[in-house]
């Protein structure tokens, strides 16, 4: 299977502050685009000494949020973590809108006062990351949904957050 570089980033979710989530298929599909065959692509993956993310020699990622941690809300923080979309935010900060796709049989949910249907255990978290792509604020923004994709960027460049 080969991807562009292009689509290989669509498919991983990549956002403006240079975070990438990716499954373990997708990152098997990465080594095999960007790997070191043939003498192309970023070079050869190094082993991520936490166990997370091997990545290429000169690439960094930083875990900004974790399942089941409490974010700035006081809630916990929901797990299937999804695509996300970034938004410009105040004082050169990024908004990050990230998708939990959760099912009524799921473990964990996306808690809020006034879900859009009590039953649906999806939602949305809304991250605040600074300039130094620290976290300054996570909070639930949607509960009570069960497929949201996109992290609220609308099809016409709208926005939702």
């Known amino acids: 299977m080969t991807f562009s570089r292009r689509k290989f980033f669509a498919i991983a979710g990549t956002t403006a502050v240079g975070t ?4 373990p298929m997708e990152g098997l599909l990465a080594r095999q685009t960007f790997g070191s065959r043939h003498g192309r692509g970023y070079g050869s993956l190094v082993p991520d000494s936490n ?47 990230r998708n939990h796709e959760l099912s009524i049989n799921s473990s964990t949910r996306a808690q809020v006062p006034n879900p859009y249907d009590p039953i649906c255990r999806g939602g949305t978290t809304t991250l605040i ?27 016409w460049g709208g926005k939702f957050y």
């Not at 300039?131 to 609308?154: M, P, W």
């Open 129 to 155: 990351v600074g300039r130094d792509r620290q976290l300054i604020k996570e909070f639930t923004s949607l509960g009570g949904t069960i497929r949201n994709c996109a992290g609220g960027l609308t099809p």
């Open 51 to 97: 166990g997370l993310l091997d990545l290429p020699r000169g690439f960094q990622y930083r875990v900004i949020s974790r399942t089941g941690t409490l974010m700035s809300d006081g809630t916990p923080e929901p797990s299937n973590h999804d695509g996300m979309a970034a938004f410009p935010g105040p004082k050169n900060t990024t908004i990050l809108v």
């Open 20 to 23: 990438l989530m990716v499954s």
